[in-house]
């Protein structure tokens, strides 16, 4: 296998997996804050935010691909394909079970908000959770990118 399909499977995967993470996170949600309008219409706004959170892990793996991208070239070394796809592997495996599990929470503070309790905050708390591993996975991203430049 030549290293610069190693490197595309491995960006492949960052973005693929991490768009399904987000498109399954908000889902969730947005089933979640349909039932909830049937009871509690005036709490749109709030089910909005909160629908849309599980959505940011796929613009992670996005961005990750952006923060690659310089090193996708013809003569790549194996070693800086193997760390791309590596990067690629990590940040989607963590973008699509993290923004799974957002949408899981906010889905819970939807249903709250739905039922006339005034969670909207500490559900936007706790939803950040999830959240950070998936910036974790970004950052760790970076970092592996900024080793290949050097």
Do not use: H, W
Not at 29 to 50: C, E, H, Q, R, W
Not at 129 to 149: D, M, N
């Amino acid at each position: 296998m030549q290293p610069i399909v190693l490197a595309y499977i491995g960006v492949g995967l960052m973005v693929g997996l991490a768009g399904i993470g987000s498109s399954i996170g908000v889902t969730i949600t947005g089933n979640a804050s349909i039932g909830a309008m049937k009871k509690n219409p005036d709490a749109f706004g709030n089910y909005m935010v909160l629908s849309a959170l599980p959505g940011t892990q796929g613009l992670y793996g996005f961005l990750g691909y952006f923060l690659l991208a310089q090193y996708l070239v013809a003569d790549i070394t194996m070693f800086q394909a193997s760390a791309i796809f590596g990067a690629g592997l990590a940040l989607g495996a963590v973008g699509l079970l993290s923004a799974i599990r957002q949408g899981q929470v906010c889905a819970s503070g939807i249903a709250g908000i739905g039922a006339g309790y005034d969670v909207f905050g500490k559900t936007l708390i706790l939803a950040v959770f999830p959240e950070l591993y998936a910036i974790v996975s970004l950052a760790a991203t970076f970092l592996i990118g900024q080793t290949l430049g050097a």
